[in-house]
């Protein structure tokens, strides 16, 4: 029950990545607040589309329920906890992120994560 709208801008997910239940992310999105009219039966020239990458580098994982914007990049092992929204901000590297807006929890403890890939490719 994940969804994933790429539009022509795209979502790019590594190796690794992993997304929970009724979570989604938006490559495309209506702009509702500066002024346009908004929804897919709205001609094009009424509508102002938002539409930026998203990309999920590696080892990057979003929680159950939770939203992910057009712009979102997830730098490697950057994780998005349950119910939380990124609107379309940069998660750092080996980060825990939570809530709505989503801010870093902790940093996420990654040479374990790291050996276990190792082996698993071997």
């Known amino acids: 029950f994940a969804s994933i709208t790429g539009g022509k ?5 590594g190796d690794f990545c992993g997304m929970s239940s ?12 500066n002024g346009y009219l ?8 009424f509508r102002n589309i938002i539409e930026k990458s998203v990309v999920l580098t590696k080892h990057c994982h979003i ?7 057009p712009g979102s990049f997830f730098a490697q092992g950057a994780c998005l ?3 939380s929204l ?3 901000r940069k998660l750092q590297e080996w980060s825990y992120y939570f809530g709505n807006p989503a801010k ?7 040479q374990q994560i790291l050996k ?7």
């Open 63 to 69: 929680g159950s329920h939770s939203l992910i914007l």
């Open 9 to 13: 801008a795209g979502v790019t997910i």
């Open 81 to 83: 906890g349950p119910m």
């Open 116 to 122: 276990l890939e190792k082996e698993f490719l071997c």
């Open 104 to 110: 870093k929890i902790y940093d996420i403890d990654h």
């Open 38 to 45: 908004v929804g897919p039966c709205v001609p094009q020239s």
């Open 22 to 33: 009724q979570s989604k992310i938006f490559a495309t999105s209506d702009d509702f607040v």
């Open 86 to 88: 990124n609107m379309g």
